[in-house]
């Protein structure tokens, strides 16, 4: 039903009006179906056209409210699509936990997105502030800013699929998280400390601890996938302790970078460290060396029992030999990620961390004993791929007092 109004030359329907304005007509629809007032140029000065451009325009729009168009653009609708393709275990972790119940209900007390491309970086600056005021249950302490990078690139990854499948008409960034900010409550307390270069190292006794916990645990583990974990845990630990690696180089090294005859000892070459953006060969012990060569045996076993390729090239040395002997799935995997086993560890042991002491501290560990050995510093610094300042910065110094006299200028034959 339409009512013709010749002096403003307008023509109303129900649910919309085209004018005309100017050289053209124009569409206009109130916010009873979209929720706001929708206006847009028909770019035509023809009456039948743009009749018939202004109904197709107005049924697109009925048909994208309808309960039916507005699931489809709903951002639970294509997160769930999103779900269903990605094989990234962490990724739906965070959509189903995290994402979903927070994009799909409120953002802060605004109402609900009923189309995914509503989104704008602000609704998604204030999901990141939303998430660091929001503290754990287990801990009652607030959330990391790297575990709020990581959820964030599990919704960069989303946002850039939703534009490349055609669901978003433009693409979005997201706010920049810092990983080592500094932020402070009411009373001046940091909230996220920097704890760059303030890790603790491990005593002594606690690596021993650590060291035969987990040997009595594989002995009388029962489970054979566990065990292999344990196992692997038992070995990257040991790694870590002996030769300072970080543990983010250590997981990406692969058997072609292990030289097990070198010396008196073996080395791993081509270490790439993005701090220092350059590569570096690192010293191994014989001890080392020998259960490197047992973990090599052990993986190649493995794969030529099971009919698995075996290429050094491209296994990685931190690996798990994983077997369904049901379904006669094999495979020989890289592991990412051994930190929230080595955490229980830790709390079986009954080892107080809190963030202080993790895999990272075998590294300070290795440094502050090669100080306290009177190893010249740039030995050191060369070894661990850091620098000299910061060695001196971070770490003590004192014991290089033990030989005092050789720290004084002998006085010459003239005095």
């Known amino acids: 039903m339409k009512e013709r109004q010749n002096k403003q030359e307008k023509i109303k329907f129900d649910g919309y009006t085209i004018s005309k304005r100017g050289s053209s007509y124009q569409f206009y629809m109130g916010k009873e179906l979209t929720g706001e007032i929708v206006r847009q140029s028909l770019k035509t000065d023809d009456e039948k056209a743009a009749l018939k451009r202004a109904r197709e325009l107005y049924l697109g729009y009925v048909a994208d409210y309808s309960p039916e168009g507005l699931d489809k653009k709903s951002f639970k609708k294509n997160a769930l699509d999103f779900i269903a393709i990605t094989n990234n275990p962490q990724h739906k972790e965070y959509m189903n936990r995290l994402f979903i119940p927070y994009f799909s209900d409120i953002i802060g007390n605004k109402r609900k997105i009923r189309d995914i491309d509503e989104l704008t970086n602000l609704d998604l600056i ?172 052990q993986q190649k076993d493995f794969c030529e029992k099971h009919n698995i390729p075996f290429n050094d090239d491209e296994v990685r040395i931190i690996s798990i030999c994983n077997g369904n002997d049901e379904k006669k799935h094999y495979e020989i995997k890289a592991v990412n990620e051994l930190d929230n086993g080595f955490r229980k560890l830790l709390d079986r042991c009954g080892i107080k961390h809190t963030n202080s002491k993790v895999l990272y501290s075998y590294r300070h560990s290795y440094i502050s004993t090669l100080v306290q050995n009177e190893i010249p510093t740039i030995n050191i610094a060369k070894q661990c791929g850091t620098s000299v300042k910061m060695i001196e910065q971070y770490y003590d110094q004192s014991s290089h007092l033990a030989n005092m006299k050789q720290l004084f200028l002998q006085p010459s034959g003239n005095a």
């Not at 009652?140 to 989303?158: D, V």
């Not at 997981?251 to 270490?271: C, P």
Request: positive net charge; charged residues 30%; aromatic residues 12%.
């Open 126 to 297: 204030k999901y990141v502030d939303y998430r660091r005021e929001l503290k754990s249950k287990k801990t009652n302490q607030y959330c990391k800013p790297t575990t709020i990078i990581r959820e964030n690139n599990t919704l960069r990854s989303f946002l850039n699929w939703c534009y490349k499948t055609g669901r978003m008409k433009k693409q979005l960034t997201l706010p920049t998280i810092k990983s080592k900010e500094n932020r402070f409550d009411d009373e001046g307390n940091p909230v996220f400390k920097d704890l760059s270069g303030k890790r603790d190292s491990f005593t002594r006794d606690e690596i021993n601890l650590i060291f035969s916990t987990l040997k009595k645990e594989i002995a009388n583990e029962i489970n054979k996938h566990t065990k292999r974990r344990k196992e692997l845990l038992y070995n990257y630990i040991s790694i870590l302790y002996e030769c300072g690696i970080r543990p983010c180089e250590l997981r990406t090294l692969t058997w072609s970078q292990f030289i097990g005859n070198y010396a008196e000892g073996g080395l791993f070459v081509d270490v790439y460290s993005r701090k220092q953006n350059e590569k570096r060969s690192i010293a191994l012990s014989p001890n080392l060396v020998k259960l490197l060569n047992t973990m090599y045996e």
